[in-house]
């Protein structure tokens, strides 16, 4: 009974615990990338029989996850993503949660994490989803857009390698190597010679591989024509903003050049 | 071409944007407290037909969240959930991810976030989950088990004024009361005038409402007998650490005198 | 004896407090002001009779420190001077002490305080210094330069805001009006007004009143001619970088324009 | 003119500078300790000829310059000083400055720096100050008294150490070699050979050395017997709170059971 009476006051007593969470708010004025990974997705996607070395349904799940969250958050101008990894962009005007960092990453991450589950059957159907996926993220800051322009290409760049290698890799695996011979095969060879083994051994011209596995996803705010039915029930002609997918090389100039209005997001 | 010849070595001109990561260890020799709260979850809970003033199947489905929590990280040593919120209490000793902020907070945030959809359907059955859920997380130190002691008691309290306050309204409304009403018949009354409301015009005894709905949860690791098949083939009952879920109230001393290694987590 | 014997082995078993301190960088590429502010300099100007509305030896002493500032610190490229402040702006490029906060701000301020005190009979000559003055400091990250711009000019308002005010009041304070009187005269006056005050009552042009009074002082890295004695005993001019002091408008883009590579330091 | 007239509203402007500021609030319910290190003073012992192993006159100073920080800020309990380095521990309820990290760290340098200049002469005497020194400052979170105590007992061992080498290492010099054998003399040896080194070639008894050089000093708030001249003109004796310095082993338990109140500080 005392309990019940003096749960007000005792709240009152107990409230002086708020006062150790403390401010992290970021700095202003500069943009913002939170970047998610898988964790333990070496574990999860074997599990769960992914397509080496790329499985489709795996990377359009992450980009109808990412989109979700350009879609939930306005301040998100542009996200990239490739194999298990997303990055958000937030401008640097962004005044989400006041630019609380844990906030920030946290509120994005959870929503990435629950839609990884919810839309899971509209890619993979009969693959069963076997246990909850985690991600981690985190926060950093990037106070120009020359610094920012490096930290995209870095993570292009990132895919590239990762998938010349991991094409070569899974060719030659397939080819009938063993993995230890597939990875010696492989070791101390430059890019030049990755593709030279593409084309001479096997006839794959690294370059016809789909443009999603070699350069990732650029999810971005849009223009688009879409039919908007009216409340007369007539059908019309709208044009809207929507997020669009695109595989282009962004380390290269001419991207920014034809979009210079990426980083405004929806506006 | 270009991109692909010096993918390697644009890497190492780019990778200089990690140095803009910063370090976000936390105090080491502190408690850790990671709370996550639900975000629009108003609209959530109407949206999927929550029942009032609490939906037992929305906080069972909580609880196996964080169970899911407390077995995939073992520096969680205890848990508290109430509505749409959970408390975990990792070790003052806790090395997880050397006691990154970060990484804890989103580790944790969409292990739970995907684990809410992941079971969704073991809870709630034929009601459909219309959009995936988000939540936020943050971390708080607390440097010793007195201070730790009073958060876990602050969430406790603050569960039970909730509680008092929404069953008395809930009871109001299907009493015939409109919310307005409802509302003013409650406004300045303290916890002992709505135990003598809920009472005297309704003839319910506040106690006898499940410890659940005015307690909360805490989830704790236990021993607890389990049948085990051997490799021969015969079952044995053997003694496991478990995740078990009681609603006590962790207010009293007696409660911690009861359970002292509560806070020693799983070992 | 024992603590002579064991002590090497002890200090490796207290070594580990080390772990309790955190890291503190700033940001990469980004601009850091470091200012500093006398603390409790209202009591400290009464006790060794400041001049009002200004001591120019106060502000020269105060300069004085700021160059040693600089002279010490290679990244400091530029710093601003009024009343009892001083802001130090470090390069974007600053890797001084890896850019530890801490490091920073406590170093400028220990050698301002210190040389406070060293220089003061320079200035003050047979005034006595009573006692040893304190300031505190903070560290603010500006990610560019129009930003940073803003709080130079900012600053600078600030100076030319309490001078006019503190002219005004001193120069009726010095006419026969008491501190009450004079207060009362100026509440809600504007700048204009103030300038009329002083030219109409007093025949004090406000623009004629000494720059450093009026704008504060600038001091930065310019190549000076100086005469240097060489080894064989005569003297030659040099060019050389030094420190100087100028109490220029750099809220004008004019300023920035004349002054195109101030921000790069001694360069 | 314009400059003038509008520098009110020119400031308003401005002011949103002040935004980019952030939160350094150190966790309530944890000792501070605030350490504070000569910059370059090896530079500045040899140039202003202090005596080796040991100079009185500066750890005397020092102290001098420590007392004034513990007299300037009440939540300093206790303070620890050897060689150039000087820590002050704030109590665990400190709420100097809100427990702004960088305000308390410059407030205590610059005190302690400003102080070291102005008491200098009163130490030194006809030894005359050559330039204004710096100290950096950093400051470190503790949570309980154990590791706090550790913290202690590690700068004390420390100390010892080091005094133990230089004693050792000078007495050699001293008595004929060159730095470089003393240097190999020492190679390798643990503290009772350098103990026995002292007492056979020496004779001397490295217990006999001063407890400050052995020791370090620590200085604390004591109730102290002082003459206090009342109204009247008549002297008589009161018991005033006072900083007091000793030169104990405070690594042993026993010097915390005879001293239980010491980190009360001045109460």
Redesign the interface.
Known sequence: VS??????M??SK????K?????D?L????WLVCR?DG?GFHKFTSEHAFRKPNDLRALELMNKCAS?VLE?FDDVVVAYGQSDEFSFVLS?EAAL?KRR???I???I???????????WKEYFHEEV?R??????????????IE?LR??L??RQ??C??NN?YNTCFWTLVESGKSPKEAEERLCGT???DK?ELLFSDFGIN?NDIPAIFRRGSILRWDLVDKMVKRASGKEVQRVIPAVVTVHD?W?KDAFWIENPRLLEGRK
Chains 1, 2, 3, 4 share one sequence.
């Open positions: 309990f019940v009476i003096n749960s007000i005792a709240n107990y409230e002086y615990v006062k150790f969470e403390l401010d708010r700095l202003p004025g500069v998610i964790r979700r939930e640097k949660f960092s844990a906030k990453s946290t509120a991450v959870s929503l990435f994490a629950s839609s990884y589950v919810f839309y989803l246990y909850p996926p985690a991600f981690d993220a985190r926060i950093v800051c990037y106070p120009n610094v490096d930290y290409s870095w760049v990132d590239h390698i010349l430059f890019s030049d593709n690294y090389d380390i």
